[in-house]
Nanobody, 120 residues
Framework: QVQLVESGGGWVQPGGSLRLSCAAS????????MGWYRQAPGKQRELVAF???????IYADSVKGRFTISRDNAKNTVYLQMNALKPEDTAVYYC??????????????WGRGTQVTVSS
């Protein structure tokens, strides 16, 4: 089995910064891609940022220029640096990973989520 554990959420004032981390552990042969999604109250879960094994990235239009996704393959960890945060960034942020496990099967895993609250 594989676990994704997020950390780094919390409360911040508008204009502030937070850095989220997500570490994958368990029966991992390789990680194909990782990403961050978020879900605000009453809204659907949406993609925030995605990073492929090649390092190529995709961002939601609403976070371009403010958020940066990166990964440390040696640590099986993905990061989301969030700058210039706005109240509309308030949501539960979920880590997502497309992983090939040691039984050489491909699975999608989700973390439990970490709350990010942006308010004054």
């Amino acid at each position: 089995q594989v676990q994704l554990v997020e950390s780094g959420g919390g409360w911040v004032q508008p204009g502030g910064s937070l850095r989220l981390s997500c570490a994958a552990s368990g029966s991992i042969f390789g990680i194909n891609s990782m990403g961050w999604y978020r879900q605000a109250p009453g809204k659907q879960r949406e993609l925030v940022a995605f990073i492929a094994n090649s390092g190529s990235t995709i961002y939601a239009d609403s976070v371009k220029g403010r958020f940066t996704i990166s990964r440390d393959n040696a640590k099986n960890t993905v990061y989301l640096q969030m700058n210039a945060l706005k109240p509309e960034d308030t949501a539960v942020y979920y880590c997502n990973a497309d992983i090939t496990s040691r039984d050489i099967r491909r699975y999608t895993f989700w973390g439990r989520g970490t709350q990010v609250t942006v308010s004054s």
